[in-house]
């Protein structure tokens, strides 16, 4: 009984030391001030390539940082210079590969519209993996989602960097 009510107090006292040090989750809908969120919608994001993967993570980009919406009167760029490679990560006694691992790189800046310059320059990196079946369609299939899986996560990376930046170096 008594290490229960003792473990109570201790929860109850980590729960406020957290909450009056201020601090807040780097991820999730709490994860940034409104000041951000307002300097995030003010982003555009600018093409980023021609081939599939990249108008993905474009599509991404947009629906993390600016709710869907295109900036109107964007006070930032975002420019994302994508590198992408998979190898393969398991091969059989027969030589034939069953699980490729992809790989997505942004190099990405942060540029002021109103004067030109970079004000963020970064790198985000993140992987996926994905097994080959037998079927072609199941293949191809598997490849896709494991494109698509990488772009998610890239954006979700890169979005919290920049509001990572906009938090502190608010104007």
């Given at each position: 009984?008594?290490?229960?009510?003792?473990?109570?107090?201790?929860?109850?006292?980590?729960?406020?030391?957290?909450?009056?040090?201020?601090?807040r989750?780097?991820?999730?809908?709490?994860?940034?001030?409104?000041?951000?969120?307002?300097?995030?919608?003010?982003?555009?994001?600018?093409?980023?390539?021609?081939?599939?993967?990249?108008?993905?993570?474009?599509?991404?980009?947009?629906?993390?940082?600016?709710?869907?919406?295109?900036?109107?009167?964007?006070?930032?760029?975002?420019?994302?210079?994508?590198?992408?490679?998979?190898?393969?990560?398991?091969?059989?006694?027969?030589?034939?590969?069953?699980?490729?691992?992809?790989?997505?790189?942004?190099?990405?800046?942060?540029?002021?519209?109103?004067?030109?310059?970079?004000?963020m320059?970064?790198?985000?990196?993140?992987?996926?993996?994905?097994?080959?079946?037998?079927?072609?369609?199941?293949?191809?299939?598997?490849?896709?989602?494991?494109?698509?899986?990488?772009?998610?996560?890239?954006?979700?990376?890169?979005?919290?960097?920049?509001?990572?930046?906009?938090?502190?170096h608010?104007?």
């Open positions: 009984m008594a290490v229960a009510r003792i473990a109570a107090v201790l929860v109850l006292g980590l729960g406020l030391g957290l909450s009056a040090c201020g601090f989750p780097m991820y999730g809908s709490e994860s940034t001030s409104a000041e951000a969120e307002a300097l995030l919608g003010s982003v555009a994001i600018a093409p980023i390539g021609d081939d599939r993967i990249s108008q993905v993570l474009r599509n991404d980009l947009i629906d993390r940082i600016s709710a869907g919406r295109s900036a109107s009167n964007p006070r930032y760029r975002l420019d994302v210079k994508l590198e992408r490679s998979e190898l393969g990560g398991l091969v059989q006694t027969d030589a034939s590969i069953t699980r490729y691992v992809v790989t997505l790189r942004g190099n990405f800046r942060l540029v002021d519209v109103a004067t030109g310059n970079s004000v320059t970064e790198a985000a990196r993140t992987t996926a993996a994905y097994n080959v079946p037998e079927s072609e369609y199941a293949a191809i299939s598997a490849q896709s989602d494991a494109y698509n899986r990488a772009s998610g996560a890239l954006a979700d990376e890169i979005r919290a960097r920049v509001a990572s930046f906009l938090e502190t608010r104007s």
